[in-house]
């Protein structure tokens, strides 16, 4: 029985780096024997249904990876369920727009635990900083992204080890996830 993954890339196509081609992408993962592959836009967002387990998928995608485009890049994934769980828990109200900036921050496995809301400097009276299994999402009026502490974890060990979507960006993904069957 087939389950339908997102695998996130973390840090491609940023600013001229990593250059990864989104058709060339979805090639690999074809290659790599996944059915229902689909990417979407051009930060390294991949649908695909398979059968192996997520630890043998993380695995040989980062190792795919490496071999076609010469880069050592972290992949986060993450079931259908998984996404939905997630999605279930944010508020529809947080979105990206003119108003407000919002963000999904996928975590690795040894950082996903509700305590590392500790590691991530925020100021409760104009920013939400929450954990859901998997994931800290991030809501400030944008009006007060520049007051805010959340962007000082850029560069430190704990922003090395998540990727960040907004959440329109994982609404998308999950509308693809289910479309597919």
């Not at 990417?39 to 390294?44: A, C, D, L, R, V």
């Not at 076609?68 to 109200?93: C, G, K, M, Q, Y």
């Not at 727009?97 to 500790?118: G, Q, R, S």
């Amino acid at each position: 029985m087939s389950t339908v993954y997102v695998a996130l890339l973390r840090g491609i196509n940023v600013g001229g780096n990593a250059k990864v081609e989104m058709p060339r992408l979805r090639a690999l993962f074809e290659e790599l024997g996944f059915g229902d592959v689909k990417t979407y836009i051009n930060s390294g967002n991949v649908v695909f249904s398979s059968s192996k387990g997520p630890g043998q998928l993380k695995a040989d995608i980062e190792a795919a990876i490496e071999t076609e485009f010469h880069l050592t890049v972290p992949v986060v994934l993450r079931s259908r369920e998984e996404i939905a769980e997630l999605l279930h828990n944010i508020p529809d109200a947080w979105v990206n727009n003119a108003v407000v900036k919002c963000d999904v921050m996928f975590l690795w496995p040894e950082l996903d635990t509700p305590a590392i809301l500790e590691r991530i400097p925020h100021r409760p009276e104009i920013e939400d900083v929450v954990y859901f299994p998997g994931a800290v999402v991030w809501r400030v009026d944008k009006k007060n992204v520049n007051r805010g502490q959340v962007l000082k974890i850029i560069g430190t060990d704990v922003y090395k080890k998540l990727t960040i979507r907004n959440p329109n960006t994982v609404r998308n993904l999950y509308a693809m996830m289910k479309d597919v069957e």
